[in-house]
């Protein structure tokens, strides 16, 4: 049985990226042990988020005849890993990530799409917490496409506020105290207004 990683979508079809999990062992344990045994190009990325440093290493390979039952993965191209590196306070952690994809990606292109991905989970997963959306009750396709919007919005709203203003508060706190209290939902307003350049509006 073949398992595709392509995809038609809106008549084209779309080349896939997965996350090679747990439920795949052999293929996982087969890219861990190829990833990191041979001299493979590699792409590293650091920065500072929340307080801690990051240091991403991502890595690819195209070359992958020889992977076992590579056949069953219709249009496989690439196998590919990140590897990240947590430091805060002196303390030091790391994990592994292992990916497949139906593309030719180098490191720098794999690291690229997997934070893609990780937005589009840490989105849901937020939209979920915060405003418990995979229980919504609404059947109208269309309210509830809105409604997504909506939280979107008041989410990215939220999240730029507390990088602006309040890094110490969390988001959750924000959005609570908006909706309790108009005095302060009316100065969390104020503060997008101001920052909007009216000359520039008018402009166009």
């Known amino acids: 049985m073949f398992k595709k ?15 090679v999990k747990d439920n795949n062992e052999r293929l996982k344990e087969d890219i861990e042990l190829y990833i990191k045994n ?3 190009h590699f ?8 307080g801690r440093i990051e240091k991403r290493t991502a890595y690819t390979a195209t070359e992958i005849d020889w992977l076992y039952n590579k056949e069953k993965w219709e249009n496989l191209k690439t196998i590919g890993a990140i590897h990240t590196e947590f430091t805060k306070d ?9 990916y497949i994809s139906s ?10 799409h997997a934070r893609q991905e990780w937005a589009v989970e840490s989105m849901h997963w937020l939209l979920d917490v915060h ?15 809105t409604l997504n919007i909506m939280r979107k919005i008041a989410l990215n709203l939220a999240r730029e506020y ?3 203003f309040e ?12 909706l309790f209290d108009l005095n302060n939902l009316a100065k969390f307003i104020r503060c997008f207004i101001e920052l909007i350049d009216v000359s520039a509006l008018l402009q166009n």
């Open 5 to 19: 990683l392509c995809k038609k979508s809106g008549g084209r079809k779309r080349r896939l990226f997965i996350v």
């Open 38 to 40: 041979e001299n493979l």
């Open 43 to 50: 792409h590293t990325k650091a920065e500072l988020n929340g």
């Open 90 to 98: 002196k303390k030091k952690s790391s994990e592994w990530h292992y």
């Open 103 to 112: 593309r030719e990606l180098t490191p720098e292109e794999l690291l690229k």
């Open 131 to 145: 405003f418990s959306e995979d229980k919504t009750k609404v059947w109208d396709m269309n309210i509830q496409k």
């Open 162 to 164: 507390k990088n602006r």
């Open 167 to 178: 890094p110490k508060k969390a988001i959750s706190g924000i959005l609570k105290r908006n």
